[in-house]
């Protein structure tokens, strides 16, 4: 079983930055594809981002390809998400996920294990 929990929403400016973390413990990290979607209020929960165990591929949605950033730490347990240049319509609760196959990575209920979630909230 592996418990994630996100940290680093917030209240931000158009045009700003926030990372977020998801911190896991329990299974073995290190050999998870980890993911985050997010969830704007009365809209389906979409897919954001992928990363694979090694780090060395990852992936975006078209909305934030060239401002998102997801990396991970293996050693610290710990996937993070890095987002520039935010904009209002990236207001939404974002949760980490974990254990997807890789080529299955977009879809949300190919993964076992969810985060509680953390809001992020961009003022225009």
């Known amino acids: 079983q592996v418990h994630l929990v996100e940290s680093g929403g917030g209240l931000v400016q158009a045009g700003g930055s926030l990372r977020l973390s998801c911190a896991a413990s329990g299974g073995t990290f290190s050999i998870y594809v980890m993911g985050w979607f997010r969830q704007a209020p009365g809209k389906e929960r979409e897919y954001v981002a992928a990363?694979?165990?090694?780090?060395?591929?990852?992936d975006y949605a078209d909305s934030v390809k060239g401002r998102f950033t997801i990396s991970r730490d293996n050693a610290k347990k710990t996937v993070y998400l890095q987002m520039n240049s935010l904009k209002p319509e990236d207001t939404a609760v974002y949760y980490c996920?974990?254990?997807?196959?890789?080529?299955?990575?977009?879809?949300?209920?190919?993964?076992?294990?969810w985060g509680q979630g953390t809001q992020v909230t961009v003022s225009s």
């Open positions: 990363i694979s165990w090694s780090g060395g591929n990852t």
């Open positions: 996920a974990a254990d997807s196959p890789w080529p299955r990575r977009t879809r949300d209920y190919e993964y076992h294990f």
